[in-house]
């Protein structure tokens, strides 16, 4: 029964956004004789060679799949699991992984388990629903015992990657829950009342982001008003709610460059001075692999304020642009969503802590940042994406890409104050440069202690894989 639910969540998560679109050599055996559509409704394996080609190869296998995702969208227990994904994109990276682990001819391209399972919270009930209508699927063309058991050897070690451990679970209070319940008994549309359901099942096991997803789509169907007194079973802990309304941008409009920030060209000097200053950023004193800035201060001197700029940091292909944003306090940013699916961007560094809701399809909010400090933006939905707003009151700053060279190409010859960060970093790197006229040279070094893979999730809870090594 194990490895049965090891497999079922296996197939229940591989819908992520594929690292790579598979070439025609990895789907080779498509043509092949073994692969033509079957005839009846059995998987009719053959007697030897692979469990790939005794499962009856691809056309068998998608049969399969596709039975088991209709299965779990009629579900009720887990359906709602499936709101936020691409259905056929799913289905074609299940056919690969099942296909791959079995012997077949075919590459896996999409995201390995603990990026796939990150902040999920799947668990064990879930487990259970995946397992039962998986098991109708294989059941259904009358996959073999032997077969079963091959599949599920070879998949069940998994699991571990993909279980929730019931310590990262935080129930709501059952104070919190009688509120949320009360305003359900209120509600009056069918699918709201079906969904606010399933958020408090999700709120009474633990599924912080889950449930804050389904609540999110309630609230769309039936106003926030109609069950503001809800609400803090589902956001209780969670950073500030931004709920203004919502503003519509074209999918037409250009995309973003991956980093966006500098002094010389957000605000050219009129003047010219005659110091500059080129070099690059090293981590740990090896050349930077990711993105940084650089910001300096005039010591003793006074030091010419920025103007506040309109900025954007999208959400496209399920990644955010600018990875790295430099702006000057007072500045607005506004946070367009052009993907087909929900994104619910939001921050809880200590400079600025906000939660900009779930939308989608151009939709967009914006924000001004007053506080100068960095600020980690995450998708609640999607852990692995993330991106950084730097909110400085230098008087000249620059965004640095990985080991290029930065310039500074206009400064008044004196000493300067330095703060270099990188994303590698979980600070800044402070020291003092002495700028001469005509062409200076540095190579400012910062920590790279920063830990990898996921954030935290906006109510503060690790994203990372339950198995994940320790740094």
């Not at 994406?385 to 010859?413: C, Q, T, W």
């Given at each position: ?94 056919v690969e992984f099942v296909a791959m682990a079995t012997g ?147 999918k037409s409009t250009p995309a973003q460059p991956k980093l ?212």
């Amino acid at each position: 029964m194990k490895k049965l639910a090891a497999l079922a969540c296996i197939l229940a998560a591989c819908g992520g956004s594929p690292k790579k679109t598979a070439t025609p050599a990895d789907q080779s055996d498509t043509d092949t004789a073994e692969d033509k559509p079957a005839a009846t409704s059995s998987t009719a394996p053959t007697k030897g060679g692979s469990l790939y080609e005794r499962l009856g190869g691809r056309p068998a296998i998608t049969a399969v799949v596709d039975e088991f995702i209709g299965r779990v969208a009629a579900d009720a227990r887990i359906k709602h699991r499936f709101f936020n994904t691409d259905i056929p994109k799913l289905k074609a990276l299940l056919v690969e992984f099942v296909a791959m682990a079995t012997g077949g001819p075919v590459k896996y391209t999409g995201l390995d388990m603990e990026t796939s399972h990150a902040g999920m919270e799947v668990v064990e009930e879930e487990f259970t629903a995946l397992v039962e209508d998986l098991v109708g699927a294989l059941d259904k063309f009358k996959v073999p015992a032997k077969e079963k058991n091959e599949i599920l050897g070879a998949l069940g070690p998994l699991a571990p990657q993909i279980i929730t451990p019931k310590e990262r679970l935080k129930p709501a209070s059952e104070a919190l829950i009688a509120k949320a319940t009360a305003a359900a008994a209120k509600l009056k549309d069918d699918n709201a009342i079906d969904i606010m359901q399933a958020a408090i099942v999700a709120a009474k096991r633990g599924q912080r982001n889950y449930a804050d997803q389904l609540f999110s789509r309630v609230e769309a169907i039936v106003g926030a008003k109609a069950v503001a007194s809800a609400a803090p079973a589902f956001r209780d802990g969670a950073p500030p709610r931004i709920d203004t309304p919502l503003k519509k941008l074209p999918k037409s409009t250009p995309a973003q460059p991956k980093l966006v920030g500098s002094s010389d060209e957000d605000e050219p000097d009129a003047k010219a001075s005659p110091g500059s200053l080129k070099g690059t950023v090293t981590v740990d004193g090896k050349p930077l692999d990711g993105l940084g800035t650089v910001q300096l201060w005039p010591v003793g001197g006074s030091a010419k304020k920025r103007k506040p700029k309109l900025r954007t940091v999208e959400q496209r292909d399920k990644q955010f642009s600018p990875h790295v944003l430099a702006v000057p306090p007072g500045s607005t940013v506004s946070f367009p969503n052009f993907d087909g699916v929900f994104h619910n961007v939001f921050s809880i560094s200590p400079t600025k802590k906000f939660d900009v809701g779930l939308y989608k399809d151009g939709d967009t909010r914006e924000l001004k940042f007053e506080k100068p400090g960095i600020v980690r933006l995450g998708c609640n939905i999607h852990a692995k994406m993330a991106s950084y707003i730097v909110v400085v009151d230098a008087p000249h700053y620059v965004v640095v890409d990985g080991g290029k060279e930065f310039n500074f190409r206009s400064l008044k010859p004196g000493k300067y104050r330095v703060r270099a960060w990188s994303e590698r970093s979980t600070a800044p790197a402070e020291s003092e440069i002495t700028i001469k006229a005509g062409v200076n040279e540095a190579t400012f070094d910062v920590k790279g202690d920063a830990e990898s893979g996921p954030g935290e999730d906006k109510f503060g809870m690790t994203r990372q894989a339950a198995m994940a090594p320790k740094r």
